[in-house]
C-alpha cells in the first residue's frame, strides 16, 4: 500500500466518523430533543467508539494480516452507517429524552460505525510502519491525517451537506462510498463476499430513500411534524424536534394557542 492511498484511507475513515457524529444529533432529534445533553451523550458514545475501535484495530493488526482488514472495516462502516437510521426509528418511540434514553439511543444507532471505521487508522499504520525508527514519524504523521479528516467532516456535513440535502441521502452516500472504497481495497475477498456487500447495501439504500423517517419536512435546522390538536380536531400543531412551535386552527383562525401571539393580539 502506497502512502498516498494509506493517508487517503486514513482521511476518508476519519472524516466519516465525524459526518455520522454530526448527523447523529439531527437523526435522534425528532425522538429526544435538541439539547445539550443530546450532544453529550452523541459525543460521549461516538468518543467511546472511537477509542474502543482504535484498541481493537491495534490488537487485530499485530495479530494477523493487517492488508486483509482493511477492506472488510470498510465495508462493516459503511453497513453500519447506512443502517444506524433505521435502528434510531426502531427504539426511537421508547425513548423519552433523559440523559439514559439519549444515551441508549445514540449507543444502538452510532456506537458500532465509529468503532468500525475508527479501526482503520491502527490498522493501516500497521501495514505503513516498516521499521521501528519511524515508529513516531509514521503514527504522528497518520494521527495528523485523520484529525484533518475529522476537521474536514465536521466542516462540510455542518456548513455545507445540512444546509444542502435531508440526513437519509447524505447517509446513504456516505456509507455507499465508504462500502465501494472497502470493495476496491478488499482484494482477497470472494465473489459471494463482494456480491453479498452490494446486495445488503442495495437493501439499505433502498429502505433509507423508501422510509418515510419522523418528520413530515426536514429543513435545514430541524425535523418538522405537523399534527392534529387531540381537544380541537381542526387545529393543527407544527412540531420542531418535539417542541410545539406554531398553531392554527383550520376553521377558526382567530383562535390563538400560545400564550405570546395572545400577548401580541393583545397589544
Known amino acids: 500500500m502506497s502512502q498516498r492511498v494509506a493517508r487517503l ?3 476518508v475513515a476519519s472524516a466519516s466518523v465525524l459526518v455520522i457524529e454530526i448527523l447523529a444529533a439531527r437523526i435522534l432529534a425528532p425522538y429526544v430533543g435538541v439539547s445539550l445533553e443530546t450532544f453529550t451523550g452523541i459525543i460521549g458514545v461516538v468518543l467511546a467508539g472511537i477509542a474502543l475501535g482504535a484498541w481493537a484495530g491495534g490488537r487485530a493488526a499485530d495479530r494477523g494480516e493487517p492488508e486483509r482488514l482493511v477492506g472488510p472495516l470498510f465495508v462493516a462502516g459503511g453497513l453500519a452507517a447506512m443502517a444506524s437510521p433505521l435502528v434510531v426509528d426502531v427504539v426511537g418511540p421508547a425513548l ?51 484529525t484533518a479528516g475529522a476537521i474536514a467532516g465536521t466542516f462540510v456535513t455542518g456548513f455545507v451537506l445540512l444546509a444542502a440535502f435531508p440526513t437519509r441521502p447524505i447517509v446513504t452516500a456516505i456509507g455507499g462510498l465508504l462500502v465501494v472504497v472497502g470493495l476496491v481495497m478488499w482484494r482477497r475477498r470472494s465473489d459471494t463476499a463482494g456480491i453479498a456487500s452490494v446486495i445488503v447495501t442495495a437493501a439499505l439504500a433502498g429502505l433509507l430513500l423508501a422510509a418515510d423517517g419522523p418528520c413530515d419536512v426536514e429543513t435545514t435546522y430541524h425535523c418538522a411534524v405537523v399534527t392534529a390538536d387531540a381537544n380541537r380536531p381542526t387545529g393543527r400543531v407544527l412540531v420542531l424536534d418535539g ?5 392554527v386552527d383550520l376553521a377558526e383562525p382567530t383562535h390563538l394557542e400560545f400564550r405570546y401571539v395572545q400577548l401580541i393580539a393583545d397589544v
Open 9 to 11: 484511507l486514513v482521511f
Open 96 to 146: 423519552v429524552g433523559d440523559p439514559l434514553s439519549i444515551v441508549i439511543g445514540a449507543a444502538v444507532g452510532f456506537f458500532a460505525p465509529a468503532a468500525l471505521l475508527s479501526a482503520i487508522s491502527p490498522v493501516v499504520v500497521k501495514i505503513r510502519l516498516a521499521s521501528l525508527d519511524d515508529t513516531g514519524t509514521v503514527v504522528g504523521s497518520y494521527s495528523a491525517v485523520g
Open 243 to 247: 417542541v410545539r412551535n406554531s398553531y
